[in-house]
């Protein structure tokens, strides 16, 4: 069983940033694929970047692309969503996610979910 809890969630103007956390604990951190998830009331989760367990391979959605980076510390069993330039339409709760496959882009792939973290952008 993995417990992720995340981080770093709060108002920020439009163009500004935040850096998101998620700390696991319960499980070997190092074998699980992390990924970031979003959700706006009424719309379906959606993802916003993966990262497999040795950093090597990192996945990200195109309305985040070039402006969200996924990073991770297995040392501090703790995976990073640092966001920049954000817009308003990137606001939501943020989840993180960890799962055994070595990609996921898909919620359904993912086994251990967060409780989330609120982000929102002014305009």
């Known amino acids: 069983q993995v417990l992720l809890v995340e981080s770093g969630g709060g108002l920020v103007q439009a163009g500004g940033s935040l850096r998101l956390s998620c700390a696991a604990s319960?499980?070997?951190?190092?074998?699980?694929?992390m990924g970031w998830f979003r959700q706006v009331p009424g719309k379906e989760r959606e993802f916003v970047a993966a990262?497999?367990?040795?950093?090597?391979?990192?996945d990200y959605a195109d309305a985040v692309k070039g402006r969200f980076t996924i990073f991770r510390d297995n040392a501090k069993n703790t995976v990073y969503l640092q966001m920049s330039s954000l817009k308003p339409e990137d606001t939501a709760i943020y989840y993180c996610?960890?799962?055994?496959?070595?990609?996921?882009?898909?919620?359904?792939?993912?086994?251990?979910w967060g409780q989330g973290t609120q982000v929102t952008v002014s305009s």
């Open positions: 319960g499980g070997t951190f190092s074998r699980y694929t």
């Open positions: 996610a960890a799962t055994l496959k070595y990609r996921g882009s898909n919620s359904y792939e993912y086994n251990y």
């Open positions: 990262i497999s367990w040795s950093s090597f391979t990192t």
